[in-house]
């Protein structure tokens, strides 16, 4: 069975940072390009970064631009999302999606075939 499961997620306070990881099961992770969302309270989910299979293109909305970066570690099945600086605005719960992809391809918009299960990110003082 695919199965991704998110974990890092947390409380901390602004200007603070949290590592998430992505952990792939059931299929092996190089095969696929890898975004992660974030869907906050009474908003539209929201596409925030993607790396592509290899892990040589990575896509960032400016929302989160050089705040967050995106890698994977394709031999562990991980992709990993280091967020810095956060701030109230980036309070949402935090998802990671696989789809099948050309080699040097990844998009924010998706569309994305696998989904996981979140893991809530609270930025708050």
């Known amino acids: 069975q695919l199965q991704l499961v998110e974990s890092g997620g947390g409380l901390v306070q602004p200007g603070g940072s949290l590592r998430l990881s992505c952990a792939a099961s059931g299929f092996t992770l190089d095969a696929y390009a890898i975004g992660w969302f974030r869907q906050a309270p009474g908003k539209e989910r929201e596409g925030i970064s993607c790396?592509?299979?290899?892990?040589?293109?990575?896509n960032y909305a400016d929302s989160v631009k050089g705040r967050f970066t995106i890698s994977r570690d394709n031999a562990r099945n991980m992709v990993y999302l280091q967020i810095n600086g956060l701030k109230v605005e980036d309070t949402a719960v935090y998802s990671c999606a696989a789809v099948k992809t050309l080699p040097r391809v990844c998009g924010l918009e998706g569309p994305y075939d696998y989904w996981g299960q979140g893991t809530q990110v609270t930025v708050s003082s």
């Open positions: 790396i592509s299979r290899s892990g040589r293109t990575t």
